[in-house]
């Protein structure tokens, strides 16, 4: 089962982890909020992005969900990609692509990365009277 680590400007990465324990009673195990500070460097992301990796990572990779596409935390995160195995980035992390990505934690990393980015999609919609039923899963 892929690890998941929320990348994103503090402090939303530590609160749609507490979305996922809201919504399911507790956080999963190896699912992980790394909060990008505004005024703290480079290396020290890096560092404490390694020590997540090592605590959520394992033989199936791990998914990795940035906020936004060219930030800080997605530039920081992309990183990861070339400094370690078995790594996918998705960028626009929100909470139906994040439910998703917990739900099919059973599949392989790239499987997994596509529930999480149709998730993602599906979950940005207008809501008006003619919108059909979502669910998070």
């Given amino acids: 089962m ?7 400007h503090a402090p939303l990465a530590s609160a749609l982890r507490a979305c996922v324990a809201h919504v399911h009673g ?3 195990a190896r699912v992980e909020a790394l909060d990008i500070e505004a005024d703290v460097p ?7 992005a ?14 990795v ?5 060219g930030a800080t935390p997605c530039n920081l ?5 070339r400094a370690h195995g078995d790594v996918a980035v998705l960028a626009g992390v929100n909470l139906p692509m994040l439910l998703r990505a917990v739900c099919y934690r059973d ?14 999609r599906r979950g940005i919609t207008a809501m008006d009277d003619n919108a059909p039923e979502v669910t998070a899963c």
């Fill in 77 to 81: 995160a992309r990183g990861l990609l």
């Fill in 65 to 69: 969900l940035v906020d936004a596409a």
């Fill in 26 to 28: 507790s956080c999963p």
């Fill in 2 to 8: 892929p690890g998941i680590l929320l990348v994103a």
């Fill in 107 to 120: 599949e392989p990393l790239p499987s997994l990365a596509a529930r999480a980015l149709e998730g993602g």
């Fill in 50 to 63: 390694a020590e997540a990796l090592a605590r959520v990572g394992g033989d199936d990779g791990v998914l």
């Fill in 42 to 48: 480079a290396e020290a992301f890096t560092q404490r």
